[in-house]
Structures are given as C-alpha cells and as structure tokens.
C-alpha cells in the first residue's frame, strides 16, 4: 500500500513460482525517493551487502543516485516534504525482496525512504505505463517468460 510501480499479474502458478522464487534471482529495480543526499560511502555501503537487517545480512545490490532526477506524477496521498531537508532519487538494483527490505535498508543509512517505485523486475520495465493504467504482455515479453 505505501509502495508504487510496476506488478506482474498472472494466475499460471509455474510463471509465479519462476518470477518469485529466490533460486531465480531475478533483479528488480527500484527508484527510491529518500530523506536527504546520501553520499558516496552511504550507497557503498548499500551495494557491498553489509546491511544486515533482523539478523539477515542484506546481498550486494547496485546502487546510484538517478541523476536526471525522474520526474514522476505526483502521488496520493502526497509524500511527507520537509522544506529544510532536501531529498532526492536513488535508483537500486536488488535480487532478493524481503518484507520491506528497501525501506529498512534506506533507513539504515540514516535516509529514510519517502516513496518507493519498483520500475522494472528481470526484463520486464513499467516503461510509460501511468499510474493505474496495464496492458496485456506483448509476444516477445510473453516468449521471455517461455524459456
């Protein structure tokens, strides 16, 4: 519910078990707007995997600061803003998704995540799908999902 971004619906159970399963370490990226500029040791310590989190030390990810910065729609309920913190856009890359895993990991770095968009997973990318808007997979995506 405090999340946004791109969904994979399907009720072929097969398809589900190999999107969602850990063994198949599909990426997914997200775009994380966080509380303040974090600097270059903050995101390395994010993507060497040395955050460990209720006892589970997190895997390396990819981490960057989106620079453009994205320009995406506005949300409802709008984001808490802060006019004396600044924040900005982190992009990252992840193989594992545990139960708010990228909030905690935000936050472990002193940047609290303030909107939380999953862009892509594996090959699949919300591209210029809107808020609420969906489409049926196109053939190549559907072949992909195949092999």
């Not at 006892?55 to 320009?71: E, F, G, M, V």
């Not at 004396?84 to 890359?93: G, H, Q």
Request: some cysteine.
């Amino acid at each position: 519910m405090d999340s946004e971004g791109l969904l994979l619906l399907t009720d072929e159970g097969h398809l589900n078990q190999r999107l969602l399963n850990p063994r198949n370490a599909h990426k997914r990226t997200y775009w994380i707007q966080v509380e303040g500029v974090p600097d270059p040791a903050a995101l390395t310590k994010l993507g060497e995997g040395s955050i460990v989190i209720q006892n589970h030390r997190c895997l390396p990810c990819q981490t960057r600061i989106l620079d453009p910065q994205p320009a995406v729609p506005p949300r409802n309920p709008p984001i808490r803003v802060r006019k004396s913190v600044a924040d900005c856009w982190i992009e990252m890359k992840l193989i594992e998704g545990k139960n708010r895993q990228v909030r905690r990991m935000t936050a472990a770095i002193s940047h609290p995540t303030l909107r939380l968009l999953r862009v892509a997973i594996g090959d699949f990318a919300i591209g210029t799908l809107k808020p609420g808007e969906w489409r049926p997979l196109n053939d190549w995506e559907a072949r992909q999902l195949e092999l």
